[in-house]
């Protein structure tokens, strides 16, 4: 059960990832992330009035707010530089923050079979394929890179947060308050930085407002299955089957884009499945 939910974690954050790259290309990236966080808290407030959630506060809620601290930060440089760079090379790139949670998980006692570290090295191997690193074409640049890098850690330590808040805490309010702080600090963000919006983009916000809830949604579910999978099993096997979003974002590249997937996609994400299936059987 708990692979089923890194997985289904995985789906999700593709497409959120989708989602928020493609409106990235209409208006800023602050404001899609603004935008789509403070829509999903909407929700996520009503979902804990509804359930009583309150009355499962604890400590661990402060690892949530650093989460949602944190969060914005990862999200914007990650859009930032998806807007900035080829899809094909940020996306891969972005992956190595899964050295965080990992680390964290054997630091926290977990200790993976020969198996499933077989499991790990190919998953890692054909998440960094699938994305189609470019050999043509100018390199990327060094902004670029380092927005992709900041994003990579900032969602490496989000997701070692979400798992410590949820601990002994219940997951709807701490995904709550997480999503809280996204609003606030992006918020803040969005009032003290100097306007660059475009004449249009009051009216693409509008129009985009169905895609802009989807994204977050899909984002709290990703992290509501991560959390549920890292609960019921290894911290650092969740976190690598978690991290297979650029699979599921070159795969909707192309079915929704019509994007042809280069060879080196095809075997990365034959990788990925390859370990995804070690990781499974041990």
């Known amino acids: ?15 959120a990832d989708f989602g928020g790259g493609a409106l990235t290309k209409r208006m800023s990236a602050l404001r899609v992330v603004v935008a789509s966080q403070a829509l999903a808290a909407a929700l996520l407030v009503i979902g804990v009035v509804v359930t009583a959630g309150w009355t499962e ?10 989460a949602g601290v944190i969060g914005p930060f990862a999200m914007l440089a990650f859009y930032r530089a998806l807007a900035l760079g080829p899809m094909g090379v940020v996306s891969p790139l972005a992956t190595v923050g899964v050295a965080v949670p990992v680390s964290l998980g054997l ?6 079979g020969t198996g499933q570290l077989a499991g790990i090295a190919v998953a890692v191997l054909g998440i960094a394929l699938a994305g189609g690193p470019r050999r ?28 410590q ?21 992006g918020g803040a963000a969005l009032l003290t930085l100097p306007r660059t919006s ?36 290894s911290v650092a096997v969740a976190s690598v089957l978690a991290s297979l979003y650029p699979v599921v974002t ?30 499974a059987a041990g």
């Open 107 to 112: 630091l926290l006692g977990d200790r993976p």
């Open 250 to 279: 070159a795969l909707m590249a192309r079915g929704v884009l019509k994007e042809r997937l280069r060879p080196v996609q095809v075997v990365g994400a034959g990788l990925a499945v390859a370990g995804t299936l070690l990781l």
């Open 165 to 185: 808040a949820t601990v002994d805490g219940g997951l709807l309010l701490s995904l709550c308050v997480q999503r809280l702080c996204n609003v606030a600090v």
């Open 198 to 233: 475009g004449p249009g983009e009051a009216g693409a916000l509008r129009r985009s407002l169905p895609t802009l809830t989807a994204v977050g949604i899909a984002d709290v579910a990703a992290n509501a299955s991560y959390a549920a999978a890292a609960h019921g099993g």
């Open 57 to 66: 506060a604890s400590s661990g809620l402060w690892y949530a707010a650093v």
């Open 1 to 15: 059960m708990s692979h089923l939910l890194a997985l289904s974690a995985s789906a999700l954050w593709g497409m």
């Open 136 to 163: 043509q074409g100018g390199a990327v640049g060094a902004r670029v890179l380092l927005l992709t890098l900041g994003a990579a850690f900032g969602f490496g330590a989000v997701m070692a947060l979400v798992a």
